[in-house]
C-alpha cells in the first residue's frame, strides 16, 4: 500500500520564522545549574519570580491525530520532528510542518532525540527509544518507507529502561548517536556509551556513570550527559559553534531556560500573528542547528492542545541562541 504524502497547512501566511525572534530581558531570579562529569550534582531549580526570556511562537501544524505525549528531534542533513501519541503510535513531520509519514502503531513508551544518517545508499533518520517492554529501541524513516519502522537494539539493560537522552553525533566526530539510559532498579546509575550502525546492524558501547537518583530529566551535550531534579519532566539542549543552551518543562508546567553555565531563569513564549501557544504544554524538544524550516539560530518545538485539540508549535530559538548584545558606554562607543 502506498502512502499518499500529503501537506499540512500552516497558521497562516504572514508567520516568518527569521523575522519573528524578539529579546525582552526583566528581572528575575534562578537556581544554580546541574554539574556534568562523572558525578554530577543534584541542582534545585528554583521558580523564578519573572519571566526572563521570551521567544516567538511561529509556525505550527494543524491538529493532530491525537493527544501527543513526548517530541523529539533529529538533525543532520534533512532535520526531522517525531511525535509520539499516548495510545503509543508514531508519526513523523518536517521543519515546515509536512506530515511525511503514516501514523505506525508501534507501543512506544519513551523517544529521544535522534540522527539523520547514510545507511549504505540509503539515508534514514534514526531515533532512540523504549518500547512498552521497556526495552530500548530504534525507530527508523527514510525513502521508500511508508511509515517509520521499529528495530530491537537487543541491549542487555538488566531491567526496565526508566529514562534516557541522546544526541545526534557531527560528521567531524563520526559515528551516529550519544547515548544515556537509566533502569527502574538501577536509577542511581546511568549508562553512557555511543550508538553505531555497521551494514545496518547496530551496536552499542557504554560505561556506567553516577546519576542523582531523583533526576527524570536528561540532555545530552558534546561533553556528555546533563540531569535534572525530580520537579523537571523535560530537558533539550540548544547545541551550536560556541555555545550550548537549554530548555526544561517543569512539572507544574511552566517552562526555565540556561545559557551555557549561567543560572537557570524562567521563559515565556508569545503567540504569533496566526499561532497560539499550548496550554498546557506536553512536551519539548530542541535543536541548535536545524536543517530545513528557517531556524537558522536554532528550533524548539512544543506541543499540546490549542482549543481542545493538540497541535505542535515552532519556537525560533535565536533570541537564546544568540549571544546577549552589549551596549557600550558612549565615551567607549566612538573609540
Do not use: H
Request: proline share 5%.
Amino acid at each position: 500500500m502506498q502512502f499518499k504524502r500529503w501537506r499540512i497547512v500552516p497558521g497562516g501566511w504572514l508567520v516568518n520564522a527569521g523575522l519573528a525572534s524578539c529579546l525582552y530581558f526583566l528581572s528575575a531570579c534562578g537556581s544554580e545549574p546541574a554539574e556534568t562529569g562523572t558525578a554530577p550534582s543534584m541542582p534545585v531549580v528554583e521558580t523564578p519570580s519573572q519571566v526572563g526570556l521570551e521567544l516567538p511562537a511561529v509556525w505550527n501544524t494543524s491538529d493532530l491525530q491525537g493527544t501527543v505525549s513526548q517530541l523529539a528531534l533529529a538533525g543532520g542533513a534533512a532535520s526531522v520532528l517525531a511525535v509520539v501519541y499516548e495510545d503509543g503510535a508514531l508519526e513523523l513531520f518536517d521543519l515546515e510542518a509536512d506530515r511525511i509519514s503514516a501514523v505506525a502503531d508501534m507501543d512506544v513508551a519513551m523517544i529521544s532525540n535522534g540522527a539523520y544518517a547514510d545507511f549504505g545508499d540509503v539515508a534514514l533518520a534514526v531515533f532512540p527509544g523504549v518500547g512498552e517492554d521497556g526495552a530500548l529501541a530504534a525507530y527508523v524513516f527514510g525513502a521508500g518507507l511508508d511509515a517509520p519502522q521499529k528495530i530491537d537494539l537487543g541491549i542487555k539493560t538488566g531491567g526496565r529502561v526508566a529514562g534516557l537522552c541522546s544526541r545526534g553525533r557531527t560528521y567531524q566526530e563520526g559515528g551516529l548517536l550519544d547515548l544515556t539510559y537509566w533502569t527502574v532498579r538501577a536509577p542511581e546509575t546511568a549508562i553512557v556509551g555511543q550508538l553505531e550502525s555497521n551494514a545496518g546492524d547496530f551496536t552499542f558501547d557504554g560505561e556506567a556513570m553516577d546519576k542523582p537518583a531523583a533526576a527524570t530529566a536528561c540532555a545530552f551535550q558534546a561533553e556528555g550527559p546533563v540531569f535534572l531534579g525530580d520537579d523537571v519532566n523535560d530537558l533539550a539542549v540548544l547545541d551550536r559553534p560556541g555555545s550550548t543552551n537549554y530548555v526544561g518543562l517543569k512539572s507544574n508546567g511552566s517552562l526555565i531556560y540556561r545559557r551555557g553555565a549561567g543560572a537557570f531563569d524562567s521563559l515565556g513564549l508569545r503567540d504569533g500573528i496566526s499561532v497560539r501557544v499550548p496550554d498546557p504544554i506536553a512536551d519539548i524538544a530542541a535543536l541548535g542547528m536545524a536543517f530545513g524550516g528557517g531556524y537558522p539560530e536554532g528550533l524548539i518545538v512544543v506541543a499540546g492542545p490549542v482549543d481542545g485539540r493538540d497541535q505542535v508549535v515552532f519556537v525560533d530559538a535565536g533570541a537564546l541562541t544568540r549571544a546577549p548584545e552589549v551596549i557600550m558606554p558612549a565615551e567607549d562607543a566612538l573609540d
